[in-house]
């Protein structure tokens, strides 16, 4: 079946520092990818996505781009800011399908 | 903007309780869903529906149940609560038009069950 792995966390890091949360994945066929953000206290939102191989996908200084050769959708952003802390969810959609595999989610925390 | 509202924030009930979480969206999409959410598990999937009256189960339907009157309503209940049932639990909407199926989360319930 499907199914997605990503990094545990929490990560901390000091403002401004360089991020990457790893995403891979196992599907048939041509998945959509997604990163979902829930801030403290909300429900998650759609951070960005990729439909297809090659795709990047980009929000809010965010990229992530779809890597079929290595199952991959790794999320990263140059310089973080305090109002990126939050939880993030890697997630894949299957071809024709309607339902969402998620990954562990990925605590961040980022320090002033 | 889409907008899908849960009856509760926060909820606490008894072992044996019947609970209901109430789900509202409002731009008319066909697709409803009902996750929890655990640390360290992500979201898994309970139930979710593709049309007025349909459902199928998600990964883990044990202990629970959906109904879906009206298009924009999808409430899941609890037939009788029990402590492993504590968690946080996330309605989720969406359409099948075009080819993003994005999905939009409501805020959250968080239950505990004592």
């Known amino acids: 079946g499907n199914s997605v792995t990503q990094m545990e966390g929490p990560v901390t890091l000091s403002e401004e520092a360089f991020l990457t949360i790893n995403c891979t994945y196992t599907?048939?066929?041509?998945?959509?990818l997604f990163w979902y953000v829930q801030y403290p206290g909300e429900g998650l939102q759609l951070l960005l996505k990729a439909t297809k191989a090659d795709d990047k996908g980009s929000n809010k200084g965010f990229e992530a781009t779809y890597r079929k050769e290595t199952t991959s959708f790794h999320l990263e952003k140059g310089s973080v800011q305090v109002s990126d802390s939050a939880v993030y969810f890697c997630a894949l959609l299957k071809a024709a399908g309607n339902k969402l595999t998620f990954g562990g989610g990925t605590r961040v925390l980022v320090k002033p | 903007d889409v907008k899908v509202t849960q009856s509760s924030r926060y909820l606490v009930k008894r072992t044996g309780e019947k609970v209901f979480l109430e789900c509202v969206q409002d731009?008319?999409?066909?697709?409803m869903f009902w996750y929890r959410q655990d640390p360290g598990l992500g979201l898994r999937l309970i139930y979710f529906?593709?049309?007025?009256?349909?459902?199928e189960k998600g990964d883990i339907p044990e202990g629970y149940s959906v109904s879906r009157e009206k298009k924009e309503r999808f409430s899941l209940i609890l037939e009788s609560a029990s402590t492993n049932q504590t968690s946080m639990y996330l309605c989720?909407?969406?359409?099948?038009?075009?080819?993003?199926?994005?999905?939009?989360f409501g805020p959250g319930t968080r239950l505990t069950v004592t």
């Open positions: 599907a048939t066929g041509y998945p959509s």
């Open positions: 989720a909407s969406s359409s099948p038009q075009g080819s993003s199926y994005e999905q939009y």
């Open positions: 731009m008319d999409h066909e697709n």
């Open positions: 529906s593709y049309d007025v009256k349909m459902k």
